[in-house]
């Protein structure tokens, strides 16, 4: 099954290059560590998922870019088709001049209906060049104008136009101390909009990856290319081909809806986020040896103590014992030290995987009670190696990663949108830049998110008792489910 | 007074100065192709449908000039731009508006209206996206005063969608101009109400900075030489510096201010910052739209040694009283938001490297703690290796405009000069009476937020959801 991505705006340009440039790469290097046949296999299967054979030699991206400004758009194509491994269909790009502006109203409000169709056209097309659709990829950061507004918006028409394709979208979480002053309006409007149409938001922080860049990679004058570089080898860990669990005869054929099925069980929690080990500069890999038992133990703590990197791991922090009375520790005020998963995947790259002991993850204890672990916890692996690292393990989880940061965009766009100094003659910030009624809906919306992450820790201190079947359909019968694990359970 | 009409894609190498009364003097420095069309237009020998075919025989800029005095316009073209100003883009007339804003404004406002309008018209259909309009002008004087802030009413009449960027020289106080005060505060009413970004420019400190320049080239200290071509006073490919007129250096300043802003607009870069972004970051509220800007480094020093130290050093100078394009310390008021556009080969390590280093020292206004608004363009100016244009909304501005407040206040209480503005069809009492409100309202707002400086935060309460 194919994925086609969208690209928006500069940041979802650059990076998605980087992406198609990590997966090429990948496929064409020499360190697959495996059988010819499997290297075969997973050559085929990579190439179905991502590229398109046609006549000429080099094979074409499955992608649309959309941006409202020339220049990135220009640059990113010439920069593929330099490659000599591949490059961008000569129509698949939709561009304007005049740019968003960083107004989430502009990138929503004014170019998404406008050129809706152009988009959507280009979207189509794409589809139609598949042989079977497994679903859209989109790639935008949330702090600018076009990547967010026209994202969302874009978002959005991708689900009205194909309501039962699986929607992927990959949103870049700005920097802390500031890229651009409104950003926090413009994330806060994003991600409320795209929790209404998206299947699941797997969630990107520049800061994390600057901190990879400088300490494990060690470069000293970080660019954006490099920020890039490390997010694609991330996104190209866990969307180059796999087994599953349920077939391990052929490589998956449908890695969206893989993804969906066990990492959001229920559509109110739909943040993931990714951490990949090992990484390091490339010159040190060939020094450089990994063992199992030891990326696991890592990428565990990494996940209990909420760390982004294999460095700086807080080992102190632990699981809380199952069954045991709730201190007063675990309330709501005090900083959440455990991190708290509903679902978590582990993708598994490189020789002797399996024998490779997965036990610690499926521990009830680090997850929700309203989920079987079984449920909870699925892995995916092939012997076949990744860009170069003999051995390499991903964790996609859907926890309370994000909630710390969240909380701070909150907080800082309420800050900005409340406080109004004194005299009649000053209207409030937004006011003259978006359009009031768009931004009412909003704080609400981001708010509750915050809220429903939340609630996970409410529902963990429930769990001295057995939560009964009946308590598990109450909590899910607000929204409709359509995932298929979810509706057996029902019906038993 | 010239406007510039920017359009999209790319733009020119092109800085272009203004002198209040005196001297024009332009420079070119060309370079990418696809980067002339920002601010010039190509007209290409062939002509034809595909319009890039054909060497470009000439490039005209997408400017309008007008001038209520022919001296300074007849002068240009006569310079070497010539072949640069298309003719037919220009307003002029013979007697001047005698410093008088009525004069500009009023009578030749409504004579020269319809000339105006179809002359915006015609530059404006050339352009296949039109973002921006810059007007440059000075406030003391009568025509750049009052018929700029004339064009710039019109301009919002005509194109109400499109940014009007105003880059204002102030008058300093020992300006020789007697009633700079009146004409510059009826026009800043024009601006308050009109503009959607003014970046104020006082001549003092432009000179200040001249100075600073000459004392370095002149000190003779070991290894202090400096590349001639890389001075923010120079113009680069221009004949010898001897003999320049005083004003062309200031004015080159103010040139690459300009260059520096619209860089991110015509080249490439990996965090792209465009003219209408910074009217969307920097101003918190339609009426407190008054950038201070400041240009650095000033010069580079001809022996290549390029540690991250000097790096550093560029970042801290932008904060610098020296540096400012004002007479204004933006480091002891309030900031409401700060803009840095890097040019060169920055990297974003090192901008937030900065940013972090720098931040502790500045005060940021309490609902915007981390309010910086960044760029990246790869493309370096003429001679140097990298270089920062921060534009910053500061309080700092408000000396300047109580100290403008204080001189009108001293003519207009004895009423002198009055009766030149008066003469005038449609000039009225209640115009200066409108004007001075209308600038201590403005200086009451800048007077409100720094009340708020250094109180204790007191974050408004978060929205509860009913459950």
Known sequence: ?492 | MIIQIPSFPGAVHFPVEIIPTFNWRLETQFSYEESFQTLAQAVRSGGGPDIYKGKICSLKARALLIDMEEGVVNEILQGPLRDVFDSKQLITDVSGSGNNWAVGHKLYGYQYRENIVEKLRKAAEHCDCLQCFFIIHSMGGGTGSGLGTFVLNLLEDEFPEVYRCVTSVYPSGEDDVITSPYNTVLAMKELNEHADCVLPIENESLFDIVNKIHQMINSGKLGSTVKQNSLVTSSAGSAKTVQEKPFDAMNNIVANLLLNLTSSARFEGSLNMDLNEISMNLVPFPRLHYLVSSLTPLYTLADVNVPSRRLDQMFSDAFSREHQLIQADPKHSLYLACALLVRGNVQVSDLRRNIERLKPSLHFVSWNQEGWKTGLCSVPPVGHSHSLLSLANNTCVKPTFIELKDRFMKLYKKKAHLHHYLHIDGMEQSCFSEAISSLSDLIEEYNELDATKGGPRTDPSRLKIAV
């Open chain 1, 1 to 492: 099954m194919s994925i086609v991505t969208v690209q928006l705006g500069q940041c979802g340009n650059q990076i998605g290059h980087e992406v198609f440039n990590a997966i090429c790469s990948d496929v064409h290097g020499t360190h697959g560590l495996c059988s010819k046949k499997e290297n075969e296999s997973y050559h085929d299967a990579c190439k179905e998922r991502f590229f398109c054979e046609e006549e000429s030699e080099v094979p074409v991206a499955r992608a649309v870019l959309v941006d409202m400004e020339p220049k990135v758009i220009g640059q990113t194509l010439s920069m593929a088709a330099r490659s000599g491994y591949w490059k961008y269909g000569d129509q698949s790009h939709f561009c304007q001049k005049q740019g968003s502006g960083n107004n989430w109203a502009n990138g929503y409000s004014v170019h998404g209906p406008r050129h809706k169709e152009v988009i959507m056209n280009l979207v189509q097309k794409e589809a139609e060049k598949c042989d079977r659709l497994g679903g859209f990829f989109t790639i935008m950061s949330m702090a600018g104008g076009t990547g967010s507004g026209l994202g969302a918006y874009v978002t959005q028409c991708l689900r009205d136009a194909f309501p039962t394709s699986f929607i992927l979208n990959h949103v870049i979480w700005p920097y802390g101390t500031g890229e651009i002053i409104v950003q926090n309006y413009n994330s806060v409007l994003t991600l409320s909009h795209l929790y209404q149409s998206s299947d699941a938001l797997l969630v990107h922080e520049n800061d994390v990856i600057h901190k990879i860049c400088a300490q494990l990679m060690n470069i000293k004058q970080i660019s954006f290319r490099d920020v890039n570089q490390v997010i694609a080898h991330q996104l190209g860990s866990v969307f180059q081909p796999t087994y599953t669990a349920e077939c391990g005869l052929h490589y998956s054929r449908n890695p969206l809806g893989d993804l969906m099925e066990t990492l959001v069980p229920h559509p109110e929690f739909k943040m993931l986020g990714l951490r990949n080990i090992p990484q390091m500069p490339e010159n040190s890999l060939a020094y450089s040896t990994f063992s199992w038992p030891g990326l696991i133990k890592h990428l565990r703590q990494m996940l209990i103590a909420n760390a982004k990197m294999e460095e700086g791991i807080d080992w102190q922090v632990r699981p809380p014992r199952l069954g045991s009375s709730i201190p007063s520790s675990h309330s709501t005020n005090k900083p959440l030290q455990f991190n708290t998963s509903i679902a978590n995947l582990v993708i598994l790259r490189g020789k002797d995987m399996h024998s490779v002991d997965l036990g610690s993850f499926r521990d009830p204890s680090l997850y929700t009670s309203w989920l079987n672990p079984q449920d909870a916890f699925n892995t995916w692996k092939t012997p076949r190696a990744f860009n170069k690292y003999e051995k390499s393990a991903s964790l996609v989880s859907n926890s309370q990663f994000l909630l710390k940061p969240l909380d701070n965009v909150v907080g800082k766009a309420w800050n900005m949108f409340a406080s109004k100094p004194g005299t009649g003659a000053l209207k409030s910030p937004p006011e003259h830049l978006f359009s009031e009624q768009l931004w009412h809906k909003t704080p609400r919306t981001a708010n509750t998110l915050l809220d429903k992450i939340q609630v996970t820790v409410q529902l963990n201190l429930k769990k001295t008792s057995p939560v009964s079947f009946r308590d598990r359909k109450e909590m899910l019968s607000t929204q409709p489910c359509f995932f298929k694990p979810f509706q057996q359970m029902e019906r038993a």
